[in-house]
């Protein structure tokens, strides 16, 4: 954190430094010194997608302009990560669970108002859904939704308070309750209900359920991100399994650039390039060797042998969009404060 403060005050200082002086934007002194930092302030699944990632962005970044660049991550829940930002952690760029959580940031006057336009689909270069991961053989036979909220099932997700994968979890299960009874919201919340009556853990993020499941072997069926479920399939091939409900949601990350951040340390070109190359073909298989899934349907198809295309998903419009599902089902004394029982 310390080295974080010293490179943001030194950033500072050279970008004001040259309006005294005369020399030009921020950038160009940036450009001067041969090399430049941002920050990428991202959700917990996403550490090793962006590890990869920086490293071909700096090349790309070295060929095009000749200089050199230096990414800072900082992962967490994304609704936490989303408040640190609006509370001062200095970030260049967002890359988080979801859009409610940059909006988190722009309503403090952070990031500029169409931010969600300024890329591709909807600033979301890749998408993913829920899945269930199960312990080798499924020996609880859990298959859908149904199956865990049976008694003497233990299920894991994270607090949909702090982090965005915990909503999408949440959201996935009230849209099968929701096809279930037809829209009875009564059964649809005392199904939810059953749900989170199961839960024996509530992290903070999704990396830290993934921890509680895999390493610490608690409960029965982890409610994931899918590419959290195939990271553990791949670092324990004999111990899990994946298994895709009939109902899940298209999960869709926003991706933003911070405009008073940039502004002030005159990083706005790179960091917008940062987000830009993402959708580029490198980039998007990158994505999909990750486990996500890529916004190019081209590259997607790449991937049909990895990602089930025909599950059915759901999406956040489905809730009346990210406003009003925020404060239906989560902000304070809505209804997940209604039906969670510590």
Not at 64 to 91: F, M, P, Y
Not at 116 to 133: A, C, G, M, Q, W
Not at 243 to 266: E, M
Request: aromatic share 10%; hydrophobic share 35%.
């Amino acid at each position: 954190m310390k080295r974080k403060i010293i490179s943001a005050l030194l950033a500072s200082a050279v970008a004001f430094t040259s309006l005294l002086t005369g020399c030009g934007s921020g950038s160009e002194t940036n450009s001067e010194s041969g090399k430049v930092t941002i920050t990428n302030v991202s959700y917990d699944p996403t550490r090793e997608l962006y590890s990869s990632y920086n490293e071909i962005f700096a090349k790309h970044w070295k060929e095009l302009k000749g200089q050199d660049v230096e990414i800072t991550q900082s992962h967490g829940g994304s609704g936490k990560q989303a408040l640190e930002v609006a509370n001062g952690l200095e970030a260049d760029v967002v890359t988080l669970a979801l859009e409610y959580d940059v909006k988190a940031v722009q309503n403090a006057g952070l990031i500029e108002e169409g931010w969600v336009d300024e890329f591709d689909k909807d600033s979301s270069p890749y998408t993913s859904t829920i899945v269930f991961l199960v312990r080798k053989g499924n020996p609880k036979n859990i298959h859908d939704w149904d199956d865990i909220v049976k008694d003497g099932v233990g299920v894991i997700t994270p607090n949909p308070k702090t982090s965005g994968g915990a909503r999408w979890n949440y959201l996935a299960s009230w849209a099968y309750a929701d096809n279930k009874f037809n829209g009875d919201e009564n059964q649809i919340k005392d199904f939810v209900k059953k749900l989170y009556k199961n839960v024996l853990v509530l992290d903070s993020g999704a990396r830290g359920a993934t921890t509680t499941f895999v390493e610490n072997g608690q409960g029965d069926v982890l409610l994931a991100w899918e590419n959290e479920a195939y990271l553990s399939i791949q670092d324990n091939p004999d111990d899990y399994e994946i298994i895709t409900p009939s109902i899940s949601i298209l999960a869709q990350p926003s991706v933003a650039v911070v405009d008073s951040v940039v502004d002030k340390r005159g990083t706005r070109e790179v960091a917008t390039e940062y987000l830009n190359y993402l959708y580029s073909d490198d980039a998007q298989r990158l994505a999909g060797k990750n486990f996500y899934r890529p916004s190019n349907p081209d590259i997607l198809n790449e991937f049909s042998d990895v990602f089930d295309l025909d599950v059915n998903l759901v999406t956040i419009d489905d809730f009346g969009g990210w406003d009003k599902a925020q404060e239906e089902h989560f902000a304070d004394g809505g209804i997940f404060d209604q039906i969670y029982e510590k």
